[in-house]
């Protein structure tokens, strides 16, 4: 199967989610076509969760929401395994919202 490509354009970021989430969900044989539209949406969240968090912002209270409902979603499409906040990476960013949005797994 060929996989749909995103309709907006989407950064780096957006575009690793995008992948891992499409791959997961054809992989567990729940992919949907009309998935689409809703999972661009995820990855375009995901991307500004982790360049705000990057810059500095884990601590803001929206941006702690908005890693929750990116956490809800990560375990909807079987990217986690459990919605349980983990500890923050030193760069701010939460470690599985990061390996999904393909950033290496340590910082320096």
């Known amino acids: 199967m060929t996989p749909p490509a995103p309709r907006h354009e989407l950064d780096r970021y957006g575009h690793a989610l995008w992948h891992a989430a499409y791959t997961s969900a054809v992989r567990h044989g729940i992919w949907k076509p009309h998935f689409a539209l809703g999972l661009e949406t995820l990855a375009s969240a995901a991307a500004q969760y982790v360049r705000a968090a990057m810059a500095g912002g884990s601590d803001d209270p929206d941006l ?45």
């Open 64 to 108: 702690r929401t908005l890693r929750v409902i990116i956490r809800e979603q990560l375990f909807q499409w079987h990217l986690i395994d459990d919605e349980r906040l983990p500890e923050l990476r030193p760069d701010g960013v939460d470690p599985d919202i990061a390996r999904a949005c393909g950033l290496p797994p340590t910082v320096h």
